[in-house]
């Protein structure tokens, strides 16, 4: 489900200003309401995610959305496999999200050095993502990093054009903008439980990408 489009960040890997431009426009809690209530009632979806690329940069229409799921009574598990910024949460929209159905948090960390941040132009301090994780521990969240979860749908993806021998171009226009969460998600060790991911994230960073192919 998408609640919002755009992004004001200058992050130097993402394409989602171009794709969406820098101006976050939110849509009307009560439009966002009656597509859950659709979902749910007409297809039987019992869980979503929000995918928006900035879903609480303006707390005060997120809290606003939130509590409108909340008083329509839409009960469904949802979590962020989009991530959030980790800088734009505080106790109040953590515990709202809790009560609105919310069962795991993802953040788009990308690593954890400052340094590293500082090049990528994240605009992200590290004191913020600890903070941010403390306070969705406490509300009984799980917490997880949005670099993970894009990892293993990529390999989805690659995995599907192997399949369907789509022209290789096509995926190196995915993959390259995401060499960095790659090699953040090998750096935390993220994928240590999962071997396939973990050997596609090796194989994608130690070949030059003119020469990928779908051996």
């Not at 707390?59 to 800088?87: F, Q, Y």
């Not at 515990?95 to 941040?117: D, N, P, Y």
């Amino acid at each position: 489900v998408s609640c919002s489009r755009g992004c004001p960040h200058l992050c130097h890997f993402c394409a989602g200003r171009i794709a969406n431009g820098l101006q976050v426009r939110y849509r009307s809690p009560r439009h966002i309401v009656d597509e859950l209530r659709l979902l749910r009632d007409r297809y039987g979806v019992r869980s979503f995610g929000i995918e928006d690329p900035n879903f609480t940069h303006d707390m005060h229409k997120t809290k606003a959305i939130l509590e409108a799921i909340v008083e329509a009574g839409i009960g469904l598990p949802w979590n962020t496999p989009s991530g959030v910024r980790a800088d734009k949460l505080d106790r109040e929209l953590v515990q709202l999200m809790k009560r609105s159905g919310c069962t795991a948090v993802s953040f788009g960390i990308e690593t954890g050095q400052q340094a590293t941040l500082d090049r990528m132009g994240k605009d992200l301090r590290l004191k913020d993502v600890e903070h941010a994780v403390n306070l969705c521990r406490e509300a009984g969240l799980k917490v997880g990093q949005a670099g993970l979860q894009a990892a293993r749908r990529l390999f989805a993806l690659w995995r599907d054009f192997r399949e369907k021998r789509i022209d290789r171009s096509t995926l190196q226009a995915a993959l390259i903008p995401v060499q960095d969460q790659l090699r953040a998600v090998l750096d935390a060790g993220e994928a240590s439980d999962d071997a396939p991911v973990q050997r596609f994230c090796r194989n994608i960073l130690a070949v030059d990408p003119a020469l990928w192919t779908f051996a």
